[in-house]
């Protein structure tokens, strides 16, 4: 039982530059979620998925765009990266519902320069 | 913004003291829960308190909860050295959590 798993680790890329950061879980759970975490800024959600087929904006959506794959799947991506994307990004599950504990991803490392 | 804010911002005691971290938020919650991050870690659930409570223990660890005030309160008896980490409050409105910016807690052995 892995939990929540995120790729990659960690990831350099040049303005512009596009990517897909990946997250999975294997807990059954309905709800997936996307945050940021900047030093001084704690951690800013930026898309969930309540439920597999639907995706919701986070306090900080601008610049990216969501996919719930399955119910097991939620990538992130990144369609024209900018400095201020630079930042650990971890993907969260939930149960939903009644099931309010959030499991955490390890999380991604994300430098643009 | 319904994010939570903790206090102090670093806390640093010797081992074996308690520890008390305090949290405050902006509106109504169905409930809040308190996490805890390593450094280079994700962030793990510690407790949940639901709004209808007032105070939940788990452990070593004792929450409070005061929705006229708006505030919570989580204390870490009897600390170890490998409690040292940066705790973050999580006020939660339906789907959505609120994380404010965490204290970063050192406990010196």
């Known amino acids: 039982n892995a939990g929540v798993t995120q790729t990659p680790k960690f990831q350099v890329l040049k303005t512009g530059q596009s990517m897909t950061l990946q997250c999975a879980q294997d807990?059954?759970?309905?709800?997936m979620y996307w945050y940021r975490q900047d030093p001084g800024m704690g951690l800013r959600l930026i898309y969930y998925?309540?439920?597999?087929?639907?995706?919701d904006k986070g306090e900080v959506p601008n610049g990216y765009n969501v996919s719930r794959l399955n119910k097991r799947e939620f990538s992130l991506r990144l369609e024209s990266a900018a400095p201020s994307q630079t930042s650990v990004y971890f993907c969260?599950?939930?149960?939903?519902?009644?099931?309010?504990?959030?499991?955490f991803g390890p999380g991604t490392r994300l430098l643009v320069l | 913004s319904q994010q939570g804010e903790e206090d102090p911002q670093a806390l640093s005691i010797q081992e074996g003291e308690n520890a008390t971290m305090n949290c405050s938020y902006k509106?109504?919650?169905?409930?809040l829960q308190w996490y805890r991050q390593n450094s280079g870690r994700g962030l793990v659930h510690l407790i949940l308190?639901?709004?209808?409570?007032r105070e939940k223990h788990s452990g070593r660890l004792r929450v409070t909860l005061d929705t006229s005030k708006k505030s919570s309160s989580l204390l870490i008896t009897a600390s170890r050295a490998a409690d040292t980490a940066s705790y973050f409050c999580?006020?939660?409105?339906?789907?959505?959590?609120?994380f404010g910016t965490g204290t970063s807690l050192t406990v010196i052995p």
């Open positions: 969260a599950s939930s149960g939903g519902g009644s099931q309010l504990t959030q499991y």
């Open positions: 807990m059954n759970h309905n709800s």
């Open positions: 998925s309540a439920s597999e087929g639907t995706t």
């Open positions: 509106t109504s919650i169905n409930n």
């Open positions: 308190i639901r709004s209808n409570e």
């Open positions: 999580a006020p939660n409105t339906g789907n959505q959590f609120y």
